[in-house]
Protein backbone atom coordinates (compact mmCIF):
# COMPACT_ATOMS: atom_id res chain seq x y z
CA UNK A 1 0.00 0.00 0.00
CA UNK A 2 0.74 3.74 -0.67
CA UNK A 3 1.13 6.31 1.53
CA UNK A 4 -0.05 9.47 0.41
CA UNK A 5 -0.08 12.45 2.72
CA UNK A 6 -3.44 14.47 2.50
CA UNK A 7 -2.96 17.88 1.04
CA UNK A 8 -5.73 20.82 1.88
CA UNK A 9 -6.15 23.71 -1.06
CA UNK A 10 -4.96 26.59 1.08
CA UNK A 11 -5.41 30.04 0.13
CA UNK A 12 -3.13 32.89 1.69
CA UNK A 13 -5.02 36.01 1.51
CA UNK A 14 -3.25 38.95 0.21
CA UNK A 15 -1.64 41.76 3.50
CA UNK A 16 -0.39 44.63 1.97
CA UNK A 17 0.40 45.80 -1.19
CA UNK A 18 3.52 43.32 -1.63
CA UNK A 19 1.29 40.29 -1.31
CA UNK A 20 -1.05 41.39 -3.72
CA UNK A 21 1.61 42.22 -6.41
CA UNK A 22 2.38 38.89 -5.58
CA UNK A 23 -0.97 37.16 -5.90
CA UNK A 24 -1.59 39.38 -9.01
CA UNK A 25 1.56 38.26 -10.96
CA UNK A 26 0.63 34.59 -9.79
CA UNK A 27 -2.75 34.52 -11.96
CA UNK A 28 -1.64 36.38 -14.76
CA UNK A 29 0.79 33.52 -15.30
CA UNK A 30 -1.82 31.60 -14.67
CA UNK A 31 -4.05 32.92 -16.85
CA UNK A 32 -1.72 32.33 -19.88
CA UNK A 33 -0.65 28.66 -18.81
CA UNK A 34 -4.46 28.16 -18.73
CA UNK A 35 -4.81 29.17 -22.28
CA UNK A 36 -2.05 27.37 -23.23
CA UNK A 37 -2.31 23.92 -22.06
CA UNK A 38 -6.08 23.64 -20.66
CA UNK A 39 -5.93 19.98 -20.29
CA UNK A 40 -2.62 18.98 -21.71
CA UNK A 41 -1.81 18.43 -18.14
CA UNK A 42 1.16 16.34 -18.76
CA UNK A 43 3.00 19.12 -20.47
CA UNK A 44 1.97 21.74 -18.57
CA UNK A 45 3.50 20.13 -15.82
CA UNK A 46 6.62 19.80 -17.83
CA UNK A 47 6.95 23.84 -18.95
CA UNK A 48 5.61 24.55 -15.04
CA UNK A 49 8.49 22.50 -13.27
CA UNK A 50 11.48 23.74 -15.32
CA UNK A 51 10.15 27.35 -14.01
CA UNK A 52 9.39 25.85 -10.40
CA UNK A 53 13.17 24.73 -10.10
CA UNK A 54 14.33 27.75 -10.51
CA UNK A 55 13.01 29.85 -7.38
CA UNK A 56 14.54 26.99 -4.25
CA UNK A 57 18.27 27.52 -6.27
CA UNK A 58 17.85 31.06 -6.42
CA UNK A 59 17.35 31.84 -2.83
CA UNK A 60 19.85 29.15 -1.95
CA UNK A 61 22.49 31.08 -3.92
CA UNK A 62 21.95 34.02 -2.59
CA UNK A 63 20.97 32.89 0.70
CA UNK A 64 24.69 30.90 0.95
CA UNK A 65 26.60 34.33 -0.34
CA UNK A 66 24.96 36.51 2.36
CA UNK A 67 25.47 34.49 5.11
CA UNK A 68 29.14 34.41 3.66
CA UNK A 69 29.33 38.15 3.95
CA UNK A 70 27.71 38.42 7.16
CA UNK A 71 29.55 35.04 8.64
CA UNK A 72 26.58 33.67 9.90
CA UNK A 73 24.20 31.11 10.39
CA UNK A 74 21.49 30.22 7.37
CA UNK A 75 18.64 28.67 10.29
CA UNK A 76 18.67 25.82 7.56
CA UNK A 77 17.08 28.04 4.88
CA UNK A 78 19.88 26.36 2.01
CA UNK A 79 19.44 23.21 2.84
CA UNK A 80 15.44 24.00 2.30
CA UNK A 81 15.56 25.69 -0.58
CA UNK A 82 18.60 23.41 -2.19
CA UNK A 83 15.92 20.33 -1.39
CA UNK A 84 12.93 22.14 -2.88
CA UNK A 85 14.85 23.14 -6.34
CA UNK A 86 16.05 19.20 -6.52
CA UNK A 87 12.41 18.00 -5.39
CA UNK A 88 11.00 20.20 -8.19
CA UNK A 89 13.83 19.00 -10.63
CA UNK A 90 12.87 15.45 -10.25
CA UNK A 91 9.00 16.61 -10.88
CA UNK A 92 10.33 17.39 -14.09
CA UNK A 93 12.40 14.16 -15.03
CA UNK A 94 8.85 12.48 -14.12
CA UNK A 95 7.04 13.95 -16.37
CA UNK A 96 9.52 14.04 -19.45
CA UNK A 97 8.61 10.53 -19.04
CA UNK A 98 5.05 10.77 -19.14
CA UNK A 99 4.26 13.44 -21.87
CA UNK A 100 7.28 14.30 -24.19
CA UNK A 101 7.39 18.27 -24.73
CA UNK A 102 7.25 19.29 -28.16
CA UNK A 103 9.39 21.84 -30.16
CA UNK A 104 7.03 24.31 -29.55
CA UNK A 105 7.12 23.90 -25.61
CA UNK A 106 11.10 23.33 -25.64
CA UNK A 107 11.40 27.11 -27.15
CA UNK A 108 8.55 28.32 -24.61
CA UNK A 109 10.85 26.33 -21.74
CA UNK A 110 13.90 28.69 -22.96
CA UNK A 111 12.43 31.68 -23.14
CA UNK A 112 10.31 31.12 -20.03
CA UNK A 113 13.30 29.81 -18.05
CA UNK A 114 15.78 32.79 -18.81
CA UNK A 115 13.23 35.52 -18.35
CA UNK A 116 11.91 33.58 -14.92
CA UNK A 117 15.58 33.65 -13.65
CA UNK A 118 16.83 36.83 -14.41
CA UNK A 119 13.24 38.66 -12.76
CA UNK A 120 13.41 36.27 -10.23
CA UNK A 121 17.02 36.67 -9.13
CA UNK A 122 16.54 40.46 -9.30
CA UNK A 123 13.56 40.11 -6.90
CA UNK A 124 15.28 38.07 -4.53
CA UNK A 125 18.04 40.53 -4.35
CA UNK A 126 15.61 43.98 -3.61
CA UNK A 127 12.65 41.83 -1.94
CA UNK A 128 12.99 38.51 -0.72
CA UNK A 129 9.78 38.57 1.39
CA UNK A 130 7.97 39.15 -1.53
CA UNK A 131 9.65 36.53 -3.86
CA UNK A 132 8.98 34.09 -1.49
CA UNK A 133 5.13 35.36 -1.19
CA UNK A 134 5.16 34.49 -5.13
CA UNK A 135 6.50 30.99 -4.88
CA UNK A 136 3.93 30.70 -2.36
CA UNK A 137 0.97 31.45 -4.43
CA UNK A 138 2.86 29.73 -7.51
CA UNK A 139 2.55 26.62 -4.88
CA UNK A 140 -1.22 27.45 -4.39
CA UNK A 141 -1.86 27.22 -8.51
CA UNK A 142 0.56 24.31 -8.53
CA UNK A 143 -1.62 22.28 -6.32
CA UNK A 144 -4.84 22.93 -7.76
CA UNK A 145 -3.70 22.22 -11.30
CA UNK A 146 -2.44 19.01 -10.09
CA UNK A 147 -6.09 18.61 -8.26
CA UNK A 148 -7.17 18.81 -11.78
CA UNK A 149 -5.21 16.53 -13.09
CA UNK A 150 -6.34 14.18 -10.50
CA UNK A 151 -9.54 14.76 -11.75
CA UNK A 152 -8.83 14.21 -15.41
CA UNK A 153 -7.18 10.70 -14.55
CA UNK A 154 -10.76 9.45 -12.12
CA UNK A 155 -13.14 10.99 -15.05
CA UNK A 156 -10.81 8.69 -17.63
CA UNK A 157 -10.39 11.69 -19.83
CA UNK A 158 -6.52 10.57 -19.07
CA UNK A 159 -5.07 6.78 -19.32
CA UNK A 160 -3.84 6.33 -15.51
CA UNK A 161 -0.49 4.52 -17.21
CA UNK A 162 1.84 2.79 -14.58
CA UNK A 163 4.45 5.43 -13.04
CA UNK A 164 7.69 6.15 -14.64
CA UNK A 165 10.61 3.63 -13.34
CA UNK A 166 12.06 6.89 -12.21
CA UNK A 167 9.08 8.35 -10.03
CA UNK A 168 9.13 4.87 -8.10
CA UNK A 169 12.71 5.02 -7.13
CA UNK A 170 12.19 8.83 -6.20
CA UNK A 171 9.13 8.43 -4.03
CA UNK A 172 10.28 4.86 -3.34
CA UNK A 173 6.79 3.35 -4.67
CA UNK A 174 6.08 -0.24 -5.65
CA UNK A 175 6.19 -1.67 -9.01
CA UNK A 176 3.05 -1.57 -9.30
CA UNK A 177 2.26 2.45 -8.96
CA UNK A 178 0.24 4.17 -11.24
CA UNK A 179 0.50 7.92 -12.89
CA UNK A 180 -2.47 8.62 -9.95
CA UNK A 181 0.06 7.68 -7.33
CA UNK A 182 2.58 9.84 -9.01
CA UNK A 183 0.26 13.10 -9.03
CA UNK A 184 -0.17 12.57 -5.20
CA UNK A 185 3.38 12.55 -4.33
CA UNK A 186 3.82 15.24 -6.83
CA UNK A 187 0.79 17.54 -5.11
CA UNK A 188 1.81 16.54 -1.71
CA UNK A 189 5.37 17.95 -2.67
CA UNK A 190 3.87 21.36 -4.13
CA UNK A 191 1.23 21.74 -0.72
CA UNK A 192 4.65 21.51 1.52
CA UNK A 193 6.59 23.93 -0.75
CA UNK A 194 3.57 26.25 -0.77
CA UNK A 195 3.60 26.33 3.25
CA UNK A 196 7.48 26.63 3.72
CA UNK A 197 7.45 29.19 1.00
CA UNK A 198 4.79 31.25 2.84
CA UNK A 199 6.65 30.74 6.20
CA UNK A 200 9.63 32.07 4.75
CA UNK A 201 7.64 35.26 3.59
CA UNK A 202 6.25 35.78 7.21
CA UNK A 203 9.22 34.94 8.97
CA UNK A 204 11.04 38.01 6.61
CA UNK A 205 8.06 39.98 7.38
CA UNK A 206 8.80 39.86 11.21
CA UNK A 207 6.14 37.47 11.94
CA UNK A 208 6.64 33.85 13.50
CA UNK A 209 6.82 31.44 10.47
CA UNK A 210 4.15 28.49 10.50
CA UNK A 211 6.83 26.33 8.59
CA UNK A 212 9.95 26.11 7.67
CA UNK A 213 11.58 22.53 7.84
CA UNK A 214 12.60 20.43 4.74
CA UNK A 215 9.46 18.36 3.85
CA UNK A 216 8.65 15.76 5.95
CA UNK A 217 9.12 12.52 2.95
CA UNK A 218 12.86 13.31 2.79
CA UNK A 219 13.89 15.30 5.75
CA UNK A 220 15.18 12.13 7.63
CA UNK A 221 16.81 11.76 4.28
CA UNK A 222 18.90 15.45 5.26
CA UNK A 223 19.48 14.35 8.58
CA UNK A 224 21.15 11.59 7.74
CA UNK A 225 23.25 12.75 4.72
Given at each position: MIHHVPVRIDHRRPENLGDRIALDFTKTMRFFADALFRERHGHRAIVIETVAAVPGMVGATLTHLRCLRRMSDDQGWIRTLMEE?????????????????NLFERLLILL????????????????????HRVVGYFEEEAVISYTHYLEAIDAGRMANDPAPAIACHYWKMPASATLRDVVLKVRADEAHHRDVNHGFADELGGKEARESAPYPEHAAQLDAA
Amino acid sequence: MIHHVPVRIDHRRPENLGDRIALDFTKTMRFFADALFRERHGHRAIVIETVAAVPGMVGATLTHLRCLRRMSDDQGWIRTLMEEAENERMHLMTFVNVAQPNLFERLLILLVQWGFYCAFFALYLVAPRIAHRVVGYFEEEAVISYTHYLEAIDAGRMANDPAPAIACHYWKMPASATLRDVVLKVRADEAHHRDVNHGFADELGGKEARESAPYPEHAAQLDAA
